[in-house]
């Protein structure tokens, strides 16, 4: 992930993008549009940009707004024939069809029932149709995506859960030297963490947490200091 030094305001049209459009494939995120042959933002704050094409605008915000390619944690509501109703934290429940999981077929269904998590990507999102998941990549294979077993969820600001999936993100890196462990982030500001035991996992929940109020100065101390937070 890279910033583009640029803070754009609703309304500004972004010919940059535009411009790049015509050469490769471009995808909007949160905070951008397409209007006919241009891209606009609906958004204050920072653009920011992710290889090979993926464009975004930084701001932060109360709810999750679905855009196609988000990685999110979900939480399953309902079952209704051949699709599960799945609470993303936004404004309208998301849905997933027992075909969206790797090896499904109609023998051989996934075993959801509510109150699963699983991790999973939007695959369509508009202003007239509600989310559509799976749990499954472009080669039908399930990665790090599916159901959620064990572990700690919690939820975090839209923000930190950002910075979180953001390349080479130096929180993760700190953690990992101080001890191994499992996560899913969502950029819907849900969390799974999941450590070899539970003090250490919740360990692991109260630094990155802590984090919330911190600045990316502190995130070396914070992470050195899970110690204190297998204490309390």
Same mark, same amino acid.
């Given at each position: 992930?890279?910033? &583009? $030094? &640029? /803070?754009v305001?609703?309304g ?5 993008? @535009?411009?790049l459009?015509k050469?490769?494939?471009v995808?909007l995120?949160?905070g ?7 891209v606009?933002?609906s ?5 920011r ?13 109360r709810r999750?707004?679905?855009?196609? #390619?988000d990685? /999110? ?10 699709i599960?109703?799945v609470?993303?934290?936004a ?8 075909? =969206?999981?790797?090896?499904a077929?109609k023998?051989n269904r996934?075993d ?5 998590? /699983?991790y999973a990507?939007v695959?369509n999102?508009s202003a007239?149709?509600?989310? *559509?998941l799976?749990c499954? $990549? +472009? ?9 959620? &077993? @064990?572990g700690?969820?919690?939820?975090? +600001? ?8 953001? *390349?080479n993100c130096?929180?993760? =890196?700190?953690? &990992?030297r @101080?001890?191994?462990? *499992?996560?899913a982030v #969502?950029v $819907?500001g849900?969390?799974?963490?999941? =450590?070899?035991?539970?003090? *250490?996992t ?10 919330? !109020?911190s600045?990316?100065?502190e995130i070396?101390?914070?992470? #050195? $200091?899970l110690?204190?937070?297998? !204490?309390?």
């Open positions: 992930m890279s910033a &583009t $030094n &640029t /803070i305001m609703p500004e049209r972004i010919a940059a993008i @535009e411009e459009a050469s490769k494939r995808i995120g949160p951008l549009r397409r209007l006919d042959d241009t606009v933002a958004k204050a704050g920072p653009l940009h992710k290889e090979p094409g993926t464009f975004w605008v930084d701001n932060y915000q999750y707004i679905p855009a196609r #390619g990685l /999110i944690l979900g939480i399953v509501r309902a079952k209704s024939g051949d599960y109703r609470d993303i934290g404004a309208d429940t998301a849905s997933i069809s027992y075909l =969206a999981f790797e090896a077929t023998k996934p959801l029932i509510p109150g699963d998590l /699983i990507r695959l999102a007239d149709i509600e989310p *559509e799976v499954v $990549n +472009s080669v039908g294979k399930r990665g790090k995506l599916g159901v959620l &077993t @064990e700690f969820f919690f939820k975090c +600001s839209l923000n930190l859960g950002r910075m979180l999936l953001r *390349e130096p929180v993760l =890196a700190a953690l &990992t @101080e001890m191994p462990y *499992e996560i #969502g $819907n849900r969390i799974w963490v999941k =450590a070899h035991s539970l003090k *250490e919740v360990a692991l929940a109260n630094a990155i947490s802590a984090l919330e !109020q600045g990316c100065a070396d101390k914070i992470c #050195g $200091n110690g204190d937070y297998l !204490q309390t």
